[in-house]
């Protein structure tokens, strides 16, 4: 087994700003971010794989239940391209952060990235 050479990950993980509701929170993390982000044209350039991860309140009280430590955000995003030099593009350019970037703080704190090499482990 090893890690894929081919396509590289940044995970971001996102926190809903004070005062946000869940329900504006979800609303704009499923239809306005995507819109916005499979707008910019670095975007269209650059990423292979836009995927999103939605809190479940239910499981991760279950989780802390069963004394298992939870992540403390509400969302996570999967972002793939080919190169780390690729995803650096998007996330570093006027484009995103005039748009993009502008546009979430104003439903979420400054998210957590996580840039990560990735190996297949089960695929059913």
């Not at 955000?73 to 970037?101: N, R, W």
């Amino acid at each position: 087994m090893s890690l894929r050479t081919d396509r590289v990950r940044i995970i971001g993980s996102v926190k809903r700003k004070e005062g946000v509701s869940k329900e504006e929170f979800e609303n704009f993390w499923i239809n306005e971010h995507p819109k916005l982000f499979n707008s910019l044209e670095v975007v269209k350039r650059n990423i292979l794989k836009y995927e999103q991860a939605h809190a479940n309140e239910v499981v991760s009280q279950a989780l802390t239940e069963s004394s298992l430590t939870v992540a403390p955000f509400d969302a996570m995003s999967i972002f793939e391209a080919p190169t780390f030099e690729a995803l650096m593009e998007v996330f570093t350019s006027e484009e995103y952060k005039k748009t993009v970037g502008a546009e979430s703080l104003k439903y979420f704190e400054r998210g957590q990235m996580f840039a990560a090499n990735f190996a297949t482990i089960i695929d059913n």
